[in-house]
């Protein structure tokens, strides 16, 4: 079904986002006839610009990042002519009032029903400001909805989160707040659900009696590029863990939901977080933690600069770009299984994948001791490779009772034809039609910053120590070591 007629408002139009991920989404809706008929694009940034350039930015943008290409001549000029540009100081109220009066043409011209959502590809700190100026320059007095979607990092840590939701709350319901984590768009992250919950033999096996623990690797060959000044406030912790590396977690450990509505599945996910060990001393910090920063070092024989070296972060940085942690889910589905999570930048694969190990068969008697048996795995690959596997032992072809592990394999990334749509085409389309169980409500938001501000504070304070990994490594050794000296190794990441 397509979405509800309605005019989306992109602040933040001349952005990197606006332009990588953003144009390319809804282009791809419109071919897909997921937009309608009824629809407008306004993109808002302070450079002044007019539509027409605008028209040639989102060409570009499309040429460029989009999976379809642009249509040639008319077709292009139907869709190019629902975009405008419209230059904005976003603390006016006057320039709102103005936007406001231009909007109400495009809803007259495209009988679109007054329905509005706003997309804040913008700093944080401004989105206080938007919400109030939307308000009073009328923006909210339209008939239809009105959704603001907005964008991490939402906050530094709780109380800053907190300030920064409750001026978002003056103005938006709860309802009407659809925070974007990518993650939670991405196919495979939302397959989860289906393979635990439509499978007979996952489920049933779903739990401390026959899962040895869990690994969720979030692996980045990239350095920090130009985000440095970014970046160097946030880190891996705030960047990665706090949002993408905890939703994946929740998704693995949630009970199954009643139903499969938005709230009754953000209230399962709700109930993990609450349910994570808290890392509640630095020494619990120091125990589970490790933090590391990229060195020099090299991938594929090219040299590569240390963090420290990188553009806009000082040469003294403390700031992490790897992040290993053993976590515990305390209740009684998972009371004693690790979840061990890591993510880093400048490691040697980009990839994204979560493996379940599962207990070993008991030794027996079939066979022979010397046999080291292999652990059943199921990993799910979320990116870039998407598809999902289990490794099971099975006899090696020949006379010996020699047992081997294979894989059986479903790779949806290689099929032909299929063309998935990427996280922000999916969250652009949930949040026009109002579904917003890939989004993160508040009480999430909450407790994961709860949960990762003892570990930031543990950093800040100089309570556990920076370990620096060569660029292009799998981080420092003592990731392994997290494992090791539970009698566990992190598996192979492709
Ligand atoms: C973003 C982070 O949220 O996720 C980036 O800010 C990171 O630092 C990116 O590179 C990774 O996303 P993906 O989809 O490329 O795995």
Not at 245 to 260: C, F, K, N, V
Request: aromatic share 12%; glycine share 6%.
């Amino acid at each position: 079904a397509a979405a509800e007629g309605a005019v989306y408002f992109i602040f933040g139009a001349t952005g990197d986002l606006a332009r990588r991920k953003l144009f390319p989404a809804l282009y791809s809706l419109y071919r897909e006839g997921k937009l309608g008929d009824r629809f407008a694009i306004v993109g808002l940034a302070r450079r002044p610009r007019t539509d027409e350039q605008f028209r040639d930015d989102v060409h570009e943008s499309i040429r460029e990042f989009c999976r379809y290409k642009p249509a040639e001549g008319g077709e292009w000029a139907a869709f190019a002519e629902r975009f405008s540009y419209h230059p904005l100081d976003i603390s006016n109220v006057d320039g709102m009032r103005q936007l406001s009066e231009t909007t109400q043409e495009l809803e007259r011209r495209y009988e679109i029903p007054g329905n509005r959502l706003f997309y804040l590809a913008l700093a944080p700190d401004l989105f206080g400001t938007v919400s109030r100026t939307l308000r009073d320059g009328g923006m909210l007095n339209s008939p239809g909805w009105h959704r603001l979607v907005i964008e991490k990092p939402f906050g530094y840590d709780y109380p800053s989160a907190e300030r920064l939701n409750e001026e978002i709350r003056q103005v938006f319901r709860e309802e009407e707040v659809f925070r974007i984590d990518h993650y939670l768009g991405k196919e495979m992250v939302q397959n989860i659900e289906m393979i635990r919950f439509a499978n007979a033999f996952f489920e049933p096996l779903w739990n401390a009696g026959h899962i040895a623990n869990v690994q969720i690797t979030l692996a980045e060959t990239v350095g920090v590029e130009e985000r440095g000044a970014y970046y160097n406030k946030s880190g891996a912790l705030r960047d990665m863990v706090q949002n993408h590396m905890l939703q994946m977690l929740t998704m693995i450990a949630m009970e199954p939901p009643s139903r499969l509505d938005p709230e009754d599945i953000r209230d399962e996910k709700v109930k993990v977080l609450r349910s994570i060990r808290t890392f509640s001393s630095p020494e619990e910090v120091r125990a589970r933690v490790i933090r590391g920063q990229y060195a020099e070092g090299s991938s594929k024989g090219k040299p590569l600069p240390g963090y420290r070296q990188e553009e806009s972060v000082p040469a003294d940085s403390a700031t992490e770009t790897f992040f290993a942690a053993r976590m515990f889910v305390d209740n009684f589905r998972w009371a004693g299984v690790p979840f061990y999570v890591r993510t880093g930048k400048r490691l040697p694969v980009k990839s994204t994948e979560i493996v379940v190990e599962f207990k070993n068969a008991p030794r027996n008697v079939l066979f022979a001791r010397k046999q080291e048996l292999q652990p059943n795995l199921l990993v799910i690959r979320v990116n870039p490779m998407e598809g999902i596997y289990i490794k099971i032992n099975a006899k090696r072809p020949g006379n010996e009772m020699t047992i081997q592990p294979v894989v059986m394999e479903y790779c949806q990334s290689c099929l032909v034809g299929i063309n998935t749509p990427e996280a922000y085409e999916r969250l652009i389309f949930d949040a026009g039609r109002g579904d917003s169980t890939y989004f993160t409500r508040w009480d999430e938001l909450a407790a994961a910053w709860q949960l990762v501000d003892p570990i930031a504070a543990a950093w800040r304070n100089n309570e556990s120590e920076l370990h620096f990994y060569p660029a292009g490594t799998w981080g420092p050794e003592q990731a392994d070591a997290l494992l090791r000296e539970d009698g566990f190794r992190w598996w192979p990441v492709n």
